[in-house]
């Protein structure tokens, strides 16, 4: 692990049931504010009783998918036109990574995709950003990079900077107890991936590995229940996402988010769906690193093969498969071999080439 490091916790995050009844006190001194969310949540009783009689938001619905640059091109048009000196989302990763776009883009001048493609540094500060999760999943709530998709292309990849920051997180558990089953499990399986993946990344530091760790036990004992109705184990759920997310920022991630970009892009598959069928196999690959995690999660009785035998029984309840067949096609290895390799490929323990990638796609055929 490395011994030298820095943390930059720069969010302000507020985590607790009923947190979202601070939101207004906390945004009193903006005048005009944007919120962005899904028609799901604009339908809610929680939308009527935050908004219902509020005249200093302008209200932004959109589409409840992982954002494109067309969808934050629609969305900066609002906020623009409001003029907009606050903005806030309220949704799952999709909606809350839409809105750090937005927040990280209105002021700046020239296209979205000179941003996208890092052709050009961001020359002005964002605008105040908040987000409040409705499910936990992506962590989104806490990290400086939004992840967003050139649909003219398929090119999936992250918006990052000091601009894409998030100002204050608001993490209140209660408003993912409406959340769907099936997002549930595959945001749950995103969480549980996050959670190891920086536990074991090559730069991950002592700070970094106890929150990844913490955050790995509260959603490996409670995502179950959580799928079960229980409330206590949807905030548990809820805490270690945003716990695994803080730590993430500081160690980076591995092998299973560097290839879920593409896959994910290329057949328009959930973000935790692809997480959740690549983990068991990535890691097998990484078997070698996993004893600090074994260790300290199971003590003595543990291995290397119990973990990935529990995770591979727990992807199964999740209704997860262990492979991508019907999806994945050899044919694109090369689209995938061209766009994993992220700033996630680079943290995985386990140095991977080409030909261990293709291996690695040839068992999920
Ligand atoms: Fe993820």
Redo the contacts with the bound molecule.
């Keep these: 692990m490395k011994n030298e490091y820095e943390l930059n916790l720069s969010v302000n995050a507020i985590f607790g049931c009923g947190k979202r009844n601070l939101l207004h006190e906390k945004l009193a001194q903006f005048e005009r504010k944007m919120l962005i969310c899904g028609n799901h949540f604009h339908k809610s009783t929680v939308f009527a009783e935050l908004f219902g009689n509020r005249q200093d938001y302008t209200v932004h619905i959109c589409q409840s998918q992982e954002p494109t640059l067309g969808m934050v091109q629609n969305a900066l048009d609002t906020a623009r036109n409001c003029k907009a000196n606050a903005i806030v989302a309220i949704g799952g990763g999709s909606v809350m990574d839409l809105g750090k776009s937005v927040a990280a883009l209105v002021n700046q001048d020239g296209d979205i995709r000179d941003y996208f493609y890092c052709r050009r540094e961001f020359e002005q500060e964002r605008t105040f950003f908040c987000a409040l999760p409705t499910s936990a999943g992506?962590g989104a709530e806490v990290t400086p990079n939004a992840v967003l998709t050139d649909e003219q292309n398929n090119i999936k990849q992250s918006l990052r900077g000091s601009a894409c920051g998030v100002d204050l997180a608001i993490v209140d558990p209660e408003l993912t107890y409406d959340c769907p089953l099936h997002i549930i499990q595959q945001s749950g399986m995103?969480s549980l991936?996050?959670a190891l993946e920086g536990a074991i990344s090559n730069k991950a530091n002592s700070v970094t590995f106890a929150w990844s760790m913490q955050a790995f036990r509260l959603v490996f004992d409670n995502l179950k229940t959580a799928c079960l109705g229980d409330k206590a184990a949807k905030n548990y759920v809820a805490e270690g996402t945003m716990l695994g997310a803080m730590a993430f920022v500081h160690s980076g991630l591995g092998a299973v988010?560097g290839l879920a970009h593409p896959i994910g892009s290329l057949y328009h598959l959930p973000?935790g769906f692809v997480?959740g069928v690549l983990l068991p196999h990535v890691l097998k690959i990484n078997r070698a690193f996993l004893n600090d995690v074994v260790c300290n999660y199971y003590g003595n009785s543990g291995s290397a093969e119990r973990l990935i035998a529990d995770i591979e029984k727990l992807a199964e309840a999740m209704h997860i498969p262990k492979n991508l067949n019907g999806y994945l096609k050899r044919e694109d290895f090369d689209f995938i071999l061209a766009n994993c390799r992220s700033g996630s490929m680079k943290c995985n323990p386990v140095a991977l080439s080409d030909d261990d990638i293709v291996k690695l796609l040839e068992e999920l055929l």
């Design positions: 992506t995103d991936t996050q988010h973000h997480c």
